[in-house]
T-cell receptor
Framework: GENVEQHPSTLSVQEGDSAVIKCTYSDSASNYFPWYKQELGKGPQLIID?????GEKKDQRIAVTLNKTAKHFSLHITETQPEDSAVYFC????????????FGPGTRLSVLP | KAGVTQTPRYLIKTRGQQVTLSCSPISGHRSVSWYQQTPGQGLQFLFEYFSETQRNKGNFPGRFSGRQFSNSRSEMNVSTLELGDSALYLCASSFYLRQEYNSPLHFGNGTRLTVT
């Protein structure tokens, strides 16, 4: 089955700096890669996603890149703000498994003012 | 549009008891999935329902079960509770278009289950 690794597990940045979180997946059949942000006491919230036919996607300060050959995908947050502090999860899914998503272990991002 | 609603938010149960959690998906979403979240194991897939049928099941014992109703609302049940079942149980719905196209999950805020 699919296995998703995520690094780093914790990340501290100064406000205004950029943050990068990296994930790798094992199943070459995976074709959809969403990213979620989870704040304390809440469920994960979708922030951006990318499909395997696209190499990069941007939404304001957030971008995701995908390297299918290397089975890597990354989340990039620019101009970080204190409200970006949260736990971020990457995930992968394959049509072989339907709506069964495999999540990475998470990255706790702290943005220091 | 209302989000995914899970009830109750908190539950405290004793070992050996059973529990039922409820989930109301986003209007129009027919796929409902359940995940268990723990500090040690992270987010783990329990099962997914679509049109009242279980389509996928994760690697959990048979004590964990679920069902979906004709209005897409879903419940999950855990019988003979164990201490290790203490976790945040998350429900997620999605607007599943077709088998060839996975859709993003939209999560509720979860039910925090504590087993003593």
């Amino acid at each position: 089955g699919e296995n998703v690794e995520q690094h780093p597990s914790t990340l501290s940045v100064q406000e205004g700096d950029s943050a990068v979180i990296k994930c790798t997946y094992s199943d070459s059949a995976s074709n959809y890669f969403p990213w979620y942000k989870q704040e304390l006491g809440k469920g994960p919230q979708l922030i951006i996603d990318i499909r395997s036919n696209v190499g990069e996607k941007k939404d304001q300060r957030i971008a995701v890149t995908l390297n299918k050959t290397a089975k890597h995908f990354s989340l990039h947050i620019t101009e970080t703000q204190p409200e970006d502090s949260a736990v971020y999860f990457c995930a992968a899914s394959s049509l072989n498994y339907g709506q069964n998503f495999v999540f990475g272990p998470g990255t706790r991002l702290s943005v220091l003012p | 549009k209302a989000g995914v609603t899970q009830t109750p938010r908190y539950l405290i149960k004793t070992r050996g008891q059973q529990v039922t959690l409820s989930c109301s998906p986003i209007s129009g979403h027919r796929s409902v999935s359940w995940y268990q979240q723990t500090p040690g194991q992270g987010l783990q897939f329990l099962f997914e329902y679509f049109s009242e049928t279980q389509r996928n099941k994760g690697n959990f014992p048979g004590r964990f079960s679920g069902r979906q109703f004709s209005n897409s609302r879903s419940e999950m049940n855990v019988s003979t509770l164990e201490l290790g079942d203490s976790a945040l149980y998350l429900c997620a719905s999605s607007f599943y278009l077709r088998q060839e196209y996975n859709s993003p999950l939209h999560f509720g805020n979860g039910t925090r289950l504590t087993v003593t």
